[in-house]
């Protein structure tokens, strides 16, 4: 590790302890999570999937749309190494999945299908109380090792605590409730996209990122400017604008530089 890289895993830490604000987005925070890791720690995708209300688990944030569908299917087929991490609290991990086929028969064949021959899963967690799991993965194999998985374990453990402070988790039940809010949402931006993604002749993930910039540069919720876009009361022009070629524009997420 360099001092570049040093200097902006600090910065990283920084950024993901900092949620007492009182606009704090936890969609927002769980995809800037996912982003940071696919740029700290040289992954090809990154997920989070969180508790639900009724004890469930449930995709919250990709930082692809191959990685979304996964995380879908994981928690579907209620299979794989996320499943395994929330249900042990220890990590989980994987150099080869194509030889995890009798382990994780459901989630090993969608997870080559996709194209990722590796994965590891780290808990989200404060303690015994485990909220969801951070997971990695690598379209090679062989790629898994345990500097890149403890700091991975590290982005998630600040991120829990960032969650858990916020939320000042004195009562469980209000954190249950708003991690509850937080997956509802997660629907609506999906439709969200799907609108975009067909406004813009665009792909899901290009969709998504004129969703999340739009959403920053103009000082919204993602939530909600999600659900404008569903429910058909947003300017999609404004959000994916197109240059007189015909191409959408994404604008700059200023908050990466």
């Not at 629907?187 to 739009?214: P, Y």
């Amino acid at each position: 590790m360099n001092d570049q890289h040093e200097q902006r895993l600090a910065r990283v830490l920084v950024e993901l302890a900092d949620t007492l604000v009182d606009d704090f987005d936890l969609l927002e925070f769980l995809s800037t999570l996912v982003q940071r890791c696919v740029e700290l720690l040289d992954v090809t995708a990154a997920g989070v999937v969180l508790a639900d209300q009724k004890g469930g688990l449930r995709m919250a944030a990709a930082s692809s749309e191959q990685a979304r569908l996964v995380e879908v299917l994981a928690v579907q087929a209620d299979d794989g190494p996320c499943l395994d991490c929330v249900h042990t609290g220890e990590p989980v991990l994987s150099a080869d999945l194509a030889a995890e086929a009798a382990r994780w028969p459901r989630f090993v064949p969608v997870a080559l299908e996709a194209g990722f021959h590796a994965a590891s899963a780290v808990p989200m967690r404060l303690r015994h109380n485990v909220i969801g799991s951070l997971n990695l993965l690598h379209t090679g194999p062989d790629v898994v090792d345990e500097a890149r998985v403890s700091l991975g374990q590290a982005l998630a453990d600040v991120a829990t605590i960032g969650i858990l402070q916020q939320r000042a988790v004195g009562n469980s039940t209000l954190l249950i409730e708003q991690l509850q809010t937080a997956l509802n949402s997660r629907v609506v931006i999906e439709q969200a996209k799907g609108v975009l993604s067909s406004h813009g002749g665009v792909d899901m993930d290009r969709a998504f990122s004129a969703l999340r910039s739009h959403a920053r540069s103009h000082n919204l919720r993602l939530s909600e400017l999600a659900r404008t876009v569903a429910e058909g009361t947003a300017d999609l022009n404004a959000i994916l604008p197109v240059t007189p070629h015909g191409r959408p524009v994404v604008e700059p997420d200023r908050r990466r530089q």
